[in-house]
């Protein structure tokens, strides 16, 4: 049972090892608990051509807000617009998680302006 148990945590280290590789910018994924899956996303701008294709790392539980927030970060120009975003085909809820809003991994989110 002893071997087992350091086993898994040797996995464990070495699984939040690779999560620490593969993060991007300071946006950190430390550690996964129970439940808790590390997403990738694509954005993309429609009606124009300013994000062709985006990828944000992240975790399922991640509220979307947190994600449209690093995305300004990197794109401070979409701060002057109204926008709003979708995933096939359905409005994504902001202050929502990833995962109540139905949205899994690899998936393009779509980023839309309305005109003012």
Do not use: W
């Not at 509220?63 to 995305?71: A, T, V």
């Amino acid at each position: 049972m002893n071997d087992k148990i350091k086993l898994l945590n040797e996995d464990l280290i070495k699984k939040n090892n690779k999560i620490q590789e593969l993060s991007k910018g300071d946006y950190e994924i430390t550690s996964i608990k129970p439940g808790e899956k590390i997403m990738a996303l694509n954005f993309v701008s429609m009606g124009c051509q300013d994000i062709g294709h985006y990828n944000l790392m992240c975790k399922n539980i991640d509220l979307f807000i947190r994600l449209e927030e690093r995305l300004y970060e990197d794109f401070p120009k979409f701060k002057d617009y109204e926008t709003y975003f979708e995933a096939n085909g359905k409005r994504i809820k902001r202050f929502k998680t990833l995962e109540q809003n139905g949205i899994k991994t690899n998936e393009v989110i779509n980023i839309f302006t309305i005109d003012m």
